[in-house]
Protein backbone atom coordinates (compact mmCIF):
# COMPACT_ATOMS: atom_id res chain seq x y z
CA UNK A 1 0.00 0.00 0.00
CA UNK A 2 0.82 3.94 -0.33
CA UNK A 3 2.24 5.32 2.96
CA UNK A 4 0.22 8.35 2.31
CA UNK A 5 -2.92 8.89 0.71
CA UNK A 6 -3.33 10.24 -3.14
CA UNK A 7 -3.69 13.72 -3.55
CA UNK A 8 -7.74 14.63 -4.00
CA UNK A 9 -8.02 17.17 -7.17
CA UNK A 10 -11.98 16.77 -6.98
CA UNK A 11 -15.41 15.17 -5.19
CA UNK A 12 -18.77 15.13 -6.81
CA UNK A 13 -22.08 13.38 -5.33
CA UNK A 14 -20.73 9.91 -5.75
CA UNK A 15 -17.11 9.52 -7.27
CA UNK A 16 -13.66 11.05 -5.57
CA UNK A 17 -10.99 12.12 -8.52
CA UNK A 18 -7.44 11.83 -7.07
CA UNK A 19 -4.40 11.29 -8.26
CA UNK A 20 -3.04 7.76 -9.38
CA UNK A 21 -0.70 5.48 -7.37
CA UNK A 22 1.10 2.12 -8.29
CA UNK A 23 -1.09 0.20 -6.34
CA UNK A 24 -3.86 1.47 -9.07
CA UNK A 25 -1.99 -0.74 -11.25
CA UNK A 26 -3.19 -4.16 -11.55
CA UNK A 27 -6.67 -2.86 -11.83
CA UNK A 28 -5.69 -0.51 -14.86
CA UNK A 29 -3.74 -3.59 -16.13
CA UNK A 30 -6.96 -5.96 -16.22
CA UNK A 31 -9.25 -3.00 -17.87
CA UNK A 32 -6.86 -2.58 -20.69
CA UNK A 33 -6.43 -5.98 -21.28
CA UNK A 34 -10.34 -6.60 -20.95
CA UNK A 35 -11.83 -6.40 -24.71
CA UNK A 36 -15.15 -5.23 -23.90
CA UNK A 37 -13.45 -2.52 -22.20
CA UNK A 38 -11.16 -1.96 -24.93
CA UNK A 39 -14.39 -2.47 -27.43
CA UNK A 40 -15.45 0.76 -26.04
CA UNK A 41 -11.72 2.42 -26.38
CA UNK A 42 -11.98 1.72 -30.13
CA UNK A 43 -8.75 -0.06 -29.19
CA UNK A 44 -7.28 -3.62 -28.83
CA UNK A 45 -6.79 -5.43 -25.65
CA UNK A 46 -3.43 -5.07 -24.50
CA UNK A 47 -1.06 -7.92 -25.01
CA UNK A 48 1.87 -6.52 -22.66
CA UNK A 49 2.75 -8.36 -19.71
CA UNK A 50 1.83 -6.67 -16.27
CA UNK A 51 5.90 -6.10 -15.31
CA UNK A 52 5.77 -3.84 -18.31
CA UNK A 53 2.88 -1.84 -17.79
CA UNK A 54 3.15 -1.33 -14.55
CA UNK A 55 7.04 -0.10 -15.26
CA UNK A 56 5.06 2.61 -18.06
CA UNK A 57 2.88 3.65 -15.30
CA UNK A 58 5.50 4.16 -12.55
CA UNK A 59 7.00 6.45 -15.42
CA UNK A 60 4.19 8.47 -15.92
CA UNK A 61 3.79 8.71 -12.13
CA UNK A 62 7.17 10.31 -11.72
CA UNK A 63 7.16 12.28 -15.01
CA UNK A 64 3.92 13.86 -15.20
CA UNK A 65 3.29 16.40 -18.18
CA UNK A 66 0.51 18.98 -18.52
CA UNK A 67 -0.63 17.56 -21.81
CA UNK A 68 -2.09 14.37 -20.31
CA UNK A 69 -2.97 13.66 -16.87
CA UNK A 70 -4.79 10.90 -15.78
CA UNK A 71 -7.16 10.04 -12.17
CA UNK A 72 -8.09 7.53 -10.06
CA UNK A 73 -11.63 7.09 -10.19
CA UNK A 74 -13.41 6.25 -6.25
CA UNK A 75 -16.37 5.57 -5.17
CA UNK A 76 -17.10 7.96 -1.96
CA UNK A 77 -19.47 5.45 -0.42
CA UNK A 78 -16.28 2.64 0.05
CA UNK A 79 -13.25 4.34 -1.60
CA UNK A 80 -12.75 1.76 -3.91
CA UNK A 81 -10.85 2.37 -7.21
CA UNK A 82 -13.55 2.11 -10.02
CA UNK A 83 -11.74 3.16 -13.01
CA UNK A 84 -9.61 6.34 -14.64
CA UNK A 85 -10.18 9.50 -15.96
CA UNK A 86 -8.25 11.75 -17.97
CA UNK A 87 -7.74 14.54 -20.04
CA UNK A 88 -5.06 14.87 -22.95
CA UNK A 89 -4.17 16.59 -25.93
CA UNK A 90 -4.57 19.72 -23.60
CA UNK A 91 -3.21 23.36 -25.29
CA UNK A 92 -2.92 26.09 -22.70
CA UNK A 93 -3.23 28.94 -25.63
CA UNK A 94 -6.54 27.38 -26.95
CA UNK A 95 -7.65 26.56 -23.19
CA UNK A 96 -9.29 23.25 -24.44
CA UNK A 97 -8.45 19.44 -23.92
CA UNK A 98 -9.96 16.21 -24.69
CA UNK A 99 -11.43 13.66 -22.17
CA UNK A 100 -11.51 10.20 -21.45
CA UNK A 101 -13.17 7.68 -19.35
CA UNK A 102 -13.20 4.54 -18.04
CA UNK A 103 -15.33 2.85 -15.41
CA UNK A 104 -13.64 -0.34 -15.39
CA UNK A 105 -15.14 -2.33 -12.81
CA UNK A 106 -18.55 -3.30 -14.22
CA UNK A 107 -20.70 -3.39 -10.90
CA UNK A 108 -20.76 0.53 -11.41
CA UNK A 109 -21.95 0.64 -14.34
CA UNK A 110 -25.31 2.30 -15.58
CA UNK A 111 -25.43 3.72 -12.02
CA UNK A 112 -24.78 7.19 -12.18
CA UNK A 113 -21.32 6.88 -11.77
CA UNK A 114 -19.57 8.22 -14.91
CA UNK A 115 -22.00 10.87 -15.62
CA UNK A 116 -21.02 12.27 -11.94
CA UNK A 117 -17.15 11.40 -12.79
CA UNK A 118 -17.56 13.79 -15.96
CA UNK A 119 -19.33 16.40 -14.42
CA UNK A 120 -16.53 16.38 -11.70
CA UNK A 121 -14.06 16.15 -14.00
CA UNK A 122 -15.67 19.41 -16.05
CA UNK A 123 -15.91 21.48 -13.34
CA UNK A 124 -11.88 20.69 -12.11
CA UNK A 125 -10.61 21.73 -15.94
CA UNK A 126 -13.10 24.95 -16.09
CA UNK A 127 -11.97 25.90 -12.72
CA UNK A 128 -8.73 24.78 -12.15
CA UNK A 129 -7.37 24.77 -15.43
CA UNK A 130 -9.31 27.78 -16.99
CA UNK A 131 -10.52 26.16 -19.98
CA UNK A 132 -13.46 27.70 -22.51
CA UNK A 133 -13.70 24.05 -23.85
CA UNK A 134 -13.98 20.34 -23.59
CA UNK A 135 -14.30 17.66 -26.12
CA UNK A 136 -14.73 14.17 -26.16
CA UNK A 137 -15.28 11.62 -28.69
CA UNK A 138 -17.56 8.48 -28.21
CA UNK A 139 -18.58 5.50 -30.70
CA UNK A 140 -21.84 6.12 -32.55
CA UNK A 141 -22.87 2.80 -31.48
CA UNK A 142 -22.41 3.67 -27.33
CA UNK A 143 -25.85 5.06 -26.86
CA UNK A 144 -25.24 4.58 -22.85
CA UNK A 145 -22.02 6.91 -23.02
CA UNK A 146 -23.69 9.41 -25.29
CA UNK A 147 -26.58 9.58 -22.50
CA UNK A 148 -24.27 10.11 -19.77
CA UNK A 149 -22.20 12.79 -21.87
CA UNK A 150 -25.48 14.56 -22.83
CA UNK A 151 -26.84 14.70 -18.67
CA UNK A 152 -23.47 15.72 -17.62
CA UNK A 153 -23.06 18.74 -19.80
CA UNK A 154 -22.05 17.88 -23.27
CA UNK A 155 -23.45 19.07 -26.35
CA UNK A 156 -23.30 16.31 -29.75
CA UNK A 157 -21.91 18.50 -32.32
CA UNK A 158 -21.54 15.93 -35.10
CA UNK A 159 -20.02 12.87 -36.45
CA UNK A 160 -16.63 12.11 -37.59
CA UNK A 161 -14.55 8.99 -38.26
CA UNK A 162 -11.19 8.35 -37.30
CA UNK A 163 -8.67 5.45 -37.54
CA UNK A 164 -11.68 3.22 -39.26
CA UNK A 165 -13.76 4.19 -36.44
CA UNK A 166 -17.45 6.22 -36.14
CA UNK A 167 -17.64 8.87 -33.36
CA UNK A 168 -19.60 10.93 -32.43
CA UNK A 169 -17.77 14.30 -31.18
CA UNK A 170 -19.17 16.22 -28.05
CA UNK A 171 -17.94 19.71 -26.50
CA UNK A 172 -18.66 21.31 -23.21
CA UNK A 173 -18.41 24.59 -21.98
CA UNK A 174 -18.44 26.30 -18.31
CA UNK A 175 -21.69 27.77 -18.53
CA UNK A 176 -23.20 23.76 -19.67
CA UNK A 177 -21.84 22.04 -16.18
CA UNK A 178 -23.60 22.43 -13.23
CA UNK A 179 -22.60 24.12 -10.12
CA UNK A 180 -20.38 22.05 -6.90
CA UNK A 181 -22.92 19.60 -5.48
CA UNK A 182 -21.37 19.52 -2.25
CA UNK A 183 -22.46 23.11 -1.69
CA UNK A 184 -25.88 22.89 -2.03
Known amino acids: MTATQPRVVAEGELVRLREKTMDDGERDYSWRCDPELAAYDAARPMTMR???FLATLSEELQYPTQHRR???????????HIGNVMYYGYHSF????????TIGDREYWS???GRDTVRTMLRYLFDELKLRR?????????????ASF?????HRVRETRRAGYDFVYM???PEDVEG?????
Open 70 to 80: TFGIEDRATGK
Open 50 to 52: LQS
Open 180 to 184: DPTDE
Open 150 to 154: TAAGF
Open 94 to 101: LRETELGI
Open 111 to 113: RGF
Open 134 to 146: VYLHTLTWNARAQ
Open 171 to 173: EAY
